[in-house]
């Protein structure tokens, strides 16, 4: 991760990283609402503070939480999550403005 922050301005930079950050409202999962982020996410977060991070992996973090992002000092983190528990997978999406994020939406198919 510390090479990755090294080959960009992480201050204007978007990361796509699949595991969420540890002990936030994007990874809780079934059946016992554990978080299973990865701790060095959130230390790179903490560390770095990207622009914007978009996360996975924690499906149902959504449905547990009702959350679908969460800020990280300057960070904006988010994972959409799914609804698979409920009769037929839906899908969920973030949609946003890059140059302003602000106005960030949450959406269900």
Same mark, same amino acid.
Request: proline residues 6%; glycine residues 6%.
């Given at each position: 991760?510390?090479?990755?922050?090294?080959? !960009?301005?992480?201050?204007? !930079?978007?990361?796509?990283?699949?595991?969420?950050?540890? *002990?936030? *409202?994007?990874?809780?999962?079934?059946?016992?609402?554990?978080?299973?982020?990865?701790?060095? %996410?959130? $230390?790179?977060?903490?560390? $770095?503070?990207?622009?914007?991070?978009? &996360?996975? &992996?924690? &499906? $149902?973090?959504?449905?547990?939480?009702? *959350?679908?992002?969460?800020?990280?000092?300057?960070?904006?983190?988010?994972?959409?999550?799914?609804?698979?528990?409920?009769?037929? %997978? *839906?899908?969920?999406? %973030?949609?946003?403005?890059?140059?302003?994020?602000?106005?960030?939406? &949450?959406?269900?198919?």
């Amino acid at each position: 991760m510390k090479a990755l922050a090294k080959r !960009t301005n992480p201050r204007k !930079t978007i990361f796509v990283i699949h595991a969420p950050p540890w *002990k936030t *409202k994007l990874d809780r999962v079934y059946p016992d609402d554990t978080h299973i982020g990865s701790k060095a %996410v959130r $230390e790179f977060i903490e560390r $770095e503070q990207p622009l914007l991070t978009l &996360h996975g &992996h924690a &499906h $149902e973090s959504f449905e547990l939480s009702g *959350k679908f992002m969460e800020i990280i000092g300057k960070t904006i983190s988010i994972n959409p999550g799914s609804e698979h528990q409920k009769k037929g %997978v *839906k899908l969920n999406a %973030v949609i946003f403005d890059v140059y302003n994020l602000k106005k960030i939406r &949450h959406t269900k198919s």
